[in-house]
């Protein structure tokens, strides 16, 4: 592989990361409020304070983020390169299949 499709990996991968917040809901037993939720797959790497109670008897609770400026956002940098790493770990094996699997040659014997 070329040093571009690892650069275009690490962009998807950087992307992938980035938005993981949003794709998946946090869920909890019991919210209190200002308690810091987690947020990030594989690896939380982004807390949030919950800003209103919730007044539901059913659990789990699903949480969702809100957005990244938030002034109750705290950003952990080492859980977020952990999950870049493995977000990219797994584009690079995927990639890497897509690659060996269109790329046969067919060989003649003459």
């Known amino acids: 592989m070329k040093i571009r499709s690892y650069l275009f990996i690490f962009i998807i991968s950087f992307a992938c990361t980035l938005f993981t917040p949003f794709i998946f809901d946090t869920y909890v037993d019991e919210v209190i409020t200002g308690e810091k939720v987690a947020f ?3 690896f939380p790497f982004v807390f949030q304070q919950t800003e209103t109670p919730f007044a539901s008897s059913s ?7 809100n957005h990244y400026f938030n002034e109750d956002t705290t950003f952990s940098v080492v859980p977020f390169l952990l999950s870049l ?9 995927i990639g890497y299949l897509i690659m060996k699997l269109f790329s046969f040659k067919i060989e003649r014997n003459e």
């Open 40 to 42: 990030g797959v594989p």
């Open 59 to 65: 659990t789990p609770i699903a949480v969702t983020f």
């Open 85 to 93: 790493a493995s977000c990219f770990i797994l584009f690079l094996a």
